[in-house]
């Protein structure tokens, strides 16, 4: 669903955004999103996974760390972290990695058409610190290491066919990536404090085995615009990639992404924002900053990211408050679930079912803080369509 208001806001007016560096003030340019009511009200006590959700909602606890699935003999990884769904027949597959160094890799668990579980095996090994990543319009899972020189390995959620590297995407500190199947490209966000955002345009849409990687270019401080130039090399040795094009865009923390209605998302945890581009008109501002908020900040830490069917973004915490927050149309944020007794944790991997209807995520370190008490969780609840 189009998002009309703040998050779909055309550069030519209104209030504040910060542009290049600098606060900028536009004729018509949309506020970021503020502090309000939840569309799914108030979070209620905590339940018995201690996870406080709003009335109607219930959690369950999918799988642990260093635990065998329940219903399978499969072991879940440490550390979870980015993750999306498959429809899989009648039911579907949850897709997560693991954020450890070495071993890390990825993870599966797939569910009947009730969601009763069927299965979990393993989908990616011998990899790097596999942060976040992104699905395929071909169903693919692409695992992205959060390492100097990382590279992005393109899995199958199935686990038949087995994971491939993907040099032609860069090398760099990899997080999250978003498929754009309009423009035929995927985005890809950058973990340093002078991280870049980048996309990768393959030879082939459907392949990613040869392309193109490109950098944003900020264009004028008054416009809010961008362009795309290509990185001369996506190996990043000896000059890495964010340092090889005059004039790339840099964003503190690059996290999760989204992309969705000719409109791609994404976060930047070291000044806590969510940045929107528009790329029918190739302009960018902001979704939300909490230096611009009014009031208490309802969102800390941002990390990964996500949408549902009706044009909510869902931002998971790093740290913080350990919540999931809602940025809706109307452009308020909100908290739509809070985990409690995990303050030494952080929520990853959001991601819905096909239905629409369940809401997983995983707290990577749980209440013990450590990379082997993580906790894969279920939502499931009346969600806006």
Same mark, same amino acid.
């Given at each position: 669903?189009?998002?009309?208001?703040?998050? *779909?806001?055309?550069?030519?007016?209104?209030?504040?955004?910060?542009?290049?560096?600098?606060?900028?003030?536009?004729?018509?340019?949309?506020? =970021?999103?503020?502090?309000? +009511?939840?569309?799914?009200?108030?979070?209620?006590?905590?339940?018995?996974?201690?996870?406080?959700? =709003?009335?109607?909602? !219930?959690?369950?606890?999918?799988? *642990?760390?260093?635990? +065998? @699935?329940?219903?399978?003999? #499969?072991?879940?990884?440490?550390?979870?972290?980015?993750?999306?769904?498959?429809?899989?027949?009648?039911?579907?597959?949850?897709?997560?990695?693991?954020?450890?160094?070495?071993?890390?890799?990825?993870?599966?668990? *797939? $569910?009947?058409?009730?969601?009763?579980?069927?299965?979990?095996?393993? &989908?990616?090994?011998?990899?790097?610190?596999?942060?976040?990543?992104? %699905?395929?319009?071909?169903? !693919? /899972?692409?695992?992205?290491?959060?390492?100097?020189?990382?590279?992005? #390995?393109?899995?199958?959620?199935?686990?038949?066919?087995?994971?491939?590297?993907?040099?032609?995407?860069?090398?760099? %500190?990899?997080?999250?990536?978003?498929?754009?199947? @309009?423009?035929?490209?995927?985005?890809?966000?950058?973990?340093?404090?002078?991280?870049?955002?980048?996309?990768?345009?393959?030879? +082939?849409?459907?392949?990613?085995?040869?392309?193109?990687?490109?950098?944003?270019?900020?264009?004028?401080?008054?416009?809010?615009?961008?362009?795309?130039?290509?990185?001369?090399? =996506?190996?990043?040795?000896?000059? +890495?990639?964010? !340092?090889?094009?005059?004039?790339? %865009?840099?964003?503190?923390?690059?996290?999760?992404?989204?992309?969705?209605?000719?409109?791609?998302? $994404?976060?930047?945890?070291?000044?806590?924002?969510? /940045?929107?581009?528009?790329?029918?008109?190739?302009?960018?501002?902001?979704?939300?900053?909490?230096?611009?908020?009014?009031?208490?900040?309802?969102?800390?830490?941002?990390?990964?990211?996500?949408?549902?069917?009706?044009?909510?973004?869902?931002?998971?915490?790093?740290?913080?408050?350990?919540?999931?927050?809602?940025?809706?149309?109307?452009? @308020?944020?909100?908290? $739509?679930?809070?985990?409690?007794?995990?303050?030494?944790?952080?929520?990853?991997?959001?991601? $819905?079912?096909?239905?629409?209807?369940?809401?997983?995520?995983?707290?990577?370190?749980?209440?013990?803080?450590?990379?082997?008490?993580? &906790?894969?969780?279920?939502?499931?609840?009346?969600?806006?369509?």
């Amino acid at each position: 669903m189009e998002r009309r208001t703040v998050l *779909r806001a055309a550069v030519l007016g209104g209030s504040s955004a910060v542009l290049g560096g600098t606060l900028w003030r536009g004729a018509a340019y949309a506020a =970021p999103a503020q502090p309000g +009511t939840s569309p799914y009200g108030a979070l209620g006590s905590p339940d018995a996974n201690g996870i406080r959700l =709003p009335s109607g909602f !219930t959690s369950r606890v999918i799988a *642990r760390s260093g635990q +065998t @699935v329940p219903g399978t003999s #499969y072991t879940w990884h440490n550390a979870p972290d980015g993750g999306a769904c498959y429809a899989d027949g009648t039911g579907w597959i949850y897709v997560s990695n693991s954020e450890i160094n070495p071993s890390g890799g990825a993870s599966a668990v *797939r $569910f009947s058409s009730t969601g009763t579980v069927t299965g979990a095996y393993r &989908i990616l090994s011998g990899t790097r610190q596999n942060c976040a990543g992104g %699905k395929t319009p071909w169903n !693919t /899972w692409l695992s992205c290491e959060e390492v100097s020189l990382g590279h992005v #390995y393109e899995t199958d959620p199935w686990g038949v066919n087995a994971a491939v590297q993907r040099p032609a995407m860069g090398r760099f %500190k990899h997080e999250a990536a978003a498929a754009d199947p @309009v423009r035929k490209v995927v985005y890809l966000t950058e973990d340093e404090t002078d991280g870049r955002f980048y996309r990768f345009v393959p030879t +082939t849409w459907g392949s990613l085995a040869s392309g193109t990687l490109q950098v944003m270019v900020a264009g004028s401080a008054t416009s809010g615009s961008f362009t795309w130039a290509n990185v001369p090399d =996506p190996d990043g040795s000896p000059t +890495t990639t964010r !340092t090889q094009v005059s004039g790339a %865009k840099s964003f503190n923390g690059g996290e999760g992404c989204h992309y969705a209605d000719d409109t791609v998302w $994404f976060t930047t945890k070291g000044d806590n924002r969510v /940045w929107q581009l528009d790329l029918t008109n190739n302009t960018y501002q902001l979704a939300y900053d909490d230096s611009l908020v009014s009031g208490t900040a309802p969102l800390t830490g941002v990390d990964n990211i996500t949408g549902s069917a009706s044009g909510d973004l869902f931002v998971a915490e790093d740290g913080g408050n350990m919540e999931i927050c809602v940025i809706t149309p109307a452009d @308020v944020v909100a908290p $739509f679930l809070r985990v409690d007794g995990q303050s030494g944790s952080e929520i990853t991997g959001p991601a $819905f079912s096909p239905d629409g209807t369940r809401l997983y995520f995983s707290s990577q370190r749980g209440t013990s803080g450590s990379s082997s008490g993580g &906790i894969t969780y279920e939502v499931r609840g009346p969600f806006r369509a």
